[in-house]
């Protein structure tokens, strides 16, 4: 549960409820809280930040999948814990926008904290379509394998 974990892809709008949490938890967790290393502290951080009272074991049930229906409250507290629009929890019709943008704040966050190299992100841009697309399949195998290894 840290953010050293790799950027992985967002969640597409069909991904179950403990995919899109796993993915907030790994890659929008807030550059002002301590990364959670248990789910005692991700539930002590959503409930001191946003007053909700979220108990590990209801993370515990959305990180497992566990608990695919939670109360309109604790989505809400994860919304705004994590600053995501509350339809990013649901199949809406924006879900995908939504899934769009998250992904790109997360990308700006590693290009910040340098875990990903900007000059790397030009060199790609710059790259022929067909070189590129070869590029894009590296690397959706290369998250597959380590979603495999870390899962």
Not at 99 to 123: C, F, H, M, S, Y
Request: overall charge negative.
């Amino acid at each position: 549960m840290s953010q050293d974990t790799a950027t992985s892809q967002a969640p597409t709008p069909s991904a179950s409820l403990a995919d899109k949490v796993e993915w907030l938890i790994n890659n929008m967790w807030p550059a002002d809280a301590p990364p959670p290393k248990t789910n005692i502290e991700a539930a002590a951080a959503i409930t001191a930040a946003t007053g909700e009272d979220i108990s590990s074991t209801t993370v515990w049930k959305l990180r497992t999948g566990r608990q695919d229906n939670p109360q309109l409250r604790t989505l809400t507290a994860l919304a705004r814990f994590f600053g995501v629009p509350l339809g990013y929890f649901g199949p809406t019709t924006e879900s995908r926008q939504i899934e769009n943008d998250l992904t790109l704040q997360a990308l700006r966050r590693k290009l910040d904290d340098g875990t990903i190299r900007p000059e790397v992100l030009r060199a790609f841009i710059d790259l022929p379509t067909d070189i590129r697309w070869l590029v894009d399949e590296m690397v959706i195998s290369a998250a597959n394998a380590a979603q495999t290894r870390l899962g």
